[in-house]
């Protein structure tokens, strides 16, 4: 896991993430190599990253970006993070209702946005249920850009869909994937809006063909390089005068 800040002092801080490298660690032994690039911009940082150790050789890949004014999206992402971790111990316990799939989730994380009340901001999610004994990965996506997959000789293909995101209507449908298969040569990216939006000093933005290209150019090296380059790659496009927060996750099951 890598990790690039600065770090004020209400933002996601080093010991935070200490536990998350430590669980990587383990989950790339279990087989399912997990890489992290993030950064917090202004300092009242919506974004949150998180991978939760699961029975069976599976893992809970979260990516959270909150939006709303002052801290409430700092406050809200953290809120929102806690309750995906509270129902991942429960769901996926022995006889828990993990079996059901990621749906129910996002249904009552939508409703909790909703919950909070106006002015409590409103939230990009994005679960990624991988499974490294069937090397199968599912995903459920409410606002954050849809994980792309790099293949052999480079194809790239998209997972899931940008459904909507979460707090913003009552009722809204989101479609989650069925298991894609995902063999060794294979990496799978997830990015927030911080990279694919990223905007250059023409006003174009970075892009989901850019993310494609590196993905497809670069898979071949790995999890880390991918993230790595395309973190670094974006950051470049926007240029240092670009304060957004933004978080690369790729993933491969080996």
Do not use: N
Request: glycine share 12%; charged share 25%; aromatic share 4%.
């Amino acid at each position: 896991m890598t990790a690039t800040f600065p770090l004020p002092a209400h933002a996601l801080r080093i010991a935070d993430l200490r536990p998350l490298a430590s669980g990587l660690r383990r989950l790339s032994a279990a087989g399912i190599e997990v890489a992290v690039r993030t950064r917090t911009g202004d300092g009242l940082a919506g974004e949150r990253v998180d991978v939760i150790e699961l029975p069976d050789r599976r893992a809970l890949v979260v990516l959270i970006d909150a939006h709303g004014p002052g801290e409430a999206a700092h406050v809200l992402a953290a809120r929102l993070l806690g309750h995906v971790r509270s129902w991942a111990k429960r769901a996926f316990e022995p006889g828990g209702a993990g079996a059901a799939g990621l749906d129910p989730m996002v249904r009552g994380l939508d409703a909790t946005v909703r919950g909070f009340g106006p002015g409590a901001g409103v939230a990009s999610l994005l679960l990624l249920l991988v499974d490294a004994a069937r090397h199968t990965v599912r995903a459920a996506c409410a606002g954050i850009p849809g994980p792309i997959v790099g293949g052999r000789a480079g194809f790239v293909s998209p997972l899931a869909e940008r459904g909507p995101a979460l707090g913003l209507a009552p009722d809204v449908r989101r479609q989650e994937t069925f298991p894609v298969r995902l063999s060794p040569e294979h990496v799978l990216v997830a990015a927030t809006d911080g990279i694919v939006d990223a905007v250059g000093d023409d006003g174009v933005t970075f892009g989901l063909d850019r993310t494609a290209a590196v993905l497809a150019e670069h898979r071949g090296e790995g999890p880390r390089a991918v993230a790595r380059i395309l973190f670094r790659a974006a950051s470049d496009w926007a240029g240092p005068a670009d304060v957004e927060d933004r978080t690369v996750v790729a993933v491969r099951v080996k």
